[in-house]
Structure formats: structure tokens, C-alpha cells
């Protein structure tokens, strides 16, 4: 399947990618910071990222909003900087658009998406909070046949829904879905997903943890599923997150160690042993202790603090660090700098920032 993305990024997406949900850069009176948003694609190309998600989640749903007008702009930025950074690549770099809203507004999206160059959309169900499953399959054909579909299983703290095992399995029947970001932060609704693409018998689909809580234990668990046919075996193959929107670089060599690990068949201690510290700094980036309040601002500080960004404003000005959310970021980087790319970024970021 993947009708209308081109067979090497098809590839791509199917080995295994690093694709950070990429923020949005602000000035300080919350309008569009170009240059840092530029910047910030060039840091993830060259970081090693496989792929690029723009207009996603982490980059505030907000730019929709007519006050803002923002949606089609940062599209435009990062696709425009995915054209710079193909030129020097073997493979293009796989690019994924956010799409949100009721089926008008998500096709519209698609179009534009498709307009724009980009390979996938990735689909928030969030404005369908009490559909049940035939409208929502309704709604996710109709942007599959405009765009191949990365489906989204958005956690209900940050503004997703529940979706059954039941929707999941009719999904797999899309043939346009090239790939699901799982991102419930729950182990249940995790499995509900796989044992969905496996009883499908959908092996082309890609899964990406969205999980920012379970990135390692994601990226070396062999899922094993009985179905009709036997035993089917699947994996999560790369992550779609926001957590690597920051130290990318460092996501990159994780990844890969990932992978290698799981051809080999055994998982070393070393690698396992950071599931903790990752998901301890995740929990301050993300803001578990205040109910992901401030997530996006948490992205935000890491990245102003490495110099990419100024601030971390966030378009509405009520958004910001919780209280005591600062000193947790800066525990946790202090407790584990092998998580971190500050040299890699320090190195490099002038030459990002240049116009």
C-alpha cells in the first residue's frame, strides 16, 4: 500500500525512522520566529532524523486557528528546509503533516499537505470524542484517499479519546494506512493496536512508538500474537515523538542501538538500563506531576536552553513551565548528560541559525 509516496521513503518509513514532532518557534510577541524555525528543521535533519512531523501535536494545534493563521506557514518553512536537506541526502527525509478537525477541515489539511510535498498525514481523531466506530472509519477513508494515512492513537490527558481494539482492526482494512503512531501511554491500549495489525495480517504497516513513557522497553519488545493464521510477530520499528524533539542526535544513536539489538535477539543490560533515566527526564520535559501541563513549554526550555530557541513562549500565554517543572528539567539533565546532545548542538548551532 502507500499509494502517492514514493517507494524509497516508503522503505524508509517501513526500516525504521527517528521523527520528531517538531515544534513552533516563537518571538516574544508570539508570532512566527523564522529564522528558529528554520533552524530547528536543520538541527533534525542533521541530527540523523529519518523523517520530520510538522504540524503535529508539539506544534500547538493552535496555528489552525484563523487568529493565528499559522497552519500553512510552518508547513511551508519546514518543507522548504526538507528540500535543502534532500539535496544532500541518499534517501528524502520522510515527511508527515498533522491533520485535525471534522472530515472538511481534515481534507482540506490533506490537500494542502499533498500540495506541499508532504508523504503522510498523521490523523488526530480528538474533534471525534463521541463518535462511535463506523464515523470514525467514515472520516479516516475519506483522508486516505487524498494522502497516504499514518494513524494516531493520541493519549486522553493531552486531548485523544479511547480507541477499542474493535476500530483499530476495522482500520487495518484502509488500504492507504502506511503507518500508526501508538501513543496511549498505556500498555492495554498498546497491545489493542497490535493484536489488531496482526490478526489484519497488515505486516506493511509501520508502528511507531508515540509512547514518550516506554521508549526504550517500545523499541525492544517483540510483540507475539496468536491469530487465525498463527503466530505473528511485530515490533515497533522507530518512534514518531515528541520527546525527540530535543537531543535528537542522541535519539538517533539510540535507535540504532535499538535495532541492532533487536536482530541480534538479546537486549544488553546497558541498553535496558536506560528506559529509567529516559523516562525520568521525560516525566520532567513532559510535566507528568502537573498532568502534562506543561509539555510543550517543557520542549521549549530544553531548546532555548541549547541556544535553538530564545523563549518558550507558546501561543497562548496562559501556557507555560509549571511550578517546580524548571528545576525538575534541570535534575534530570544534570542526572543524565548521556541523554543529551549539547555538544552536537553547540557545535552546529550558528550555522542553523544563519539565514
Not at 494506512?177 to 497488515?202: L, M, Q, S
Request: include cysteine; aromatic fraction near 8%; glycine fraction near 10%.
Amino acid at each position: 500500500m502507500g499509494d502517492g509516496m514514493p517507494e524509497a521513503v516508503l522503505q524508509e518509513l517501513r526500516k525504521g525512522a527517528v521523527i520528531p514532532a517538531h515544534p513552533l518557534a516563537l518571538t516574544a510577541e508570539r508570532n512566527l520566529d523564522e529564522q528558529r524555525q528554520r533552524a530547528l528543521t536543520r538541527y533534525y535533519a542533521a541530527s540523523g532524523a529519518g523523517g520530520i512531523a510538522v504540524g503535529v501535536h508539539t506544534t500547538q494545534f493552535a496555528i489552525r486557528e484563523p487568529r493565528f493563521g499559522l497552519y500553512q506557514p510552518v508547513l511551508e518553512l519546514a518543507a522548504e528546509e526538507m528540500d535543502r536537506a534532500d539535496a544532500q541526502r541518499a534517501v528524502p527525509l520522510i515527511r508527515i503533516g498533522g491533520v485535525c478537525g471534522d472530515t472538511g477541515q481534515a481534507v482540506r489539511e490533506a490537500e494542502l499537505l499533498r500540495e506541499l510535498g508532504y508523504h503522510a498525514a498523521l490523523l488526530s481523531l480528538a474533534a471525534f470524542k463521541e463518535a462511535g466506530d463506523d464515523a470514525l472509519l467514515e472520516h479516516c477513508a475519506a483522508v486516505a484517499d487524498v494522502l497516504p494515512l499514518t494513524g494516531f492513537y493520541l493519549q486522553p490527558a493531552v486531548g485523544g479519546r479511547i480507541l477499542p481494539h474493535t476500530f483499530w482492526r476495522r482500520f487495518a482494512e484502509i488500504e492507504n494506512v502506511v503507518a500508526i503512531k501508538v501513543a496511549p501511554f498505556n500498555r492495554y491500549y498498546t497491545v489493542d493496536v497490535f493484536r489488531a495489525i496482526a490478526e489484519a495480517g497488515r505486516d506493511d504497516i509501520a508502528l511507531y512508538t508515540g509512547n514518550d513513557d516506554a521508549i526504550v522497553l517500545d523499541l525492544l519488545t517483540p510483540y507475539r500474537i496468536e491469530t487465525e493464521r498463527g503466530a505473528v510477530e511485530r515490533r515497533f520499528i522507530g518512534g514518531l515523538l515528541g520527546q525527540w524533539a530535543v537531543w535528537t542526535h542522541a535519539a538517533v544513536k539510540l535507535l540504532e542501538h535499538c535495532h541492532n539489538a533487536a536482530a541480534s535477539g538479546a537486549a544488553p543490560d546497558e541498553l535496558l538500563a536506560l528506559h529509567g533515566p529516559l523516562t525520568d527526564a521525560n516525566g520532567a520535559i513532559f510535566d507528568v506531576a502537573n498532568g502534562f501541563a506543561g509539555c510543550i513549554a517543557g520542549i521549549h526550555e530544553i531548546l532555548r536552553q541549547q541556544g535553538l530557541f530564545e523563549g518558550i513562549w507558546c501561543l497562548d500565554p496562559e501556557e507555560g513551565l509549571s511550578p517546580g517543572q524548571a528545576a525538575e528539567i534541570d535534575r534530570v539533565r544534570r542526572a543524565y548528560p548521556y541523554l543529551t546532545d549539547d555538544a552536537f548542538v553547540a557545535e552546529h548551532r550558528d550555522e542553523w541559525l544563519r539565514p
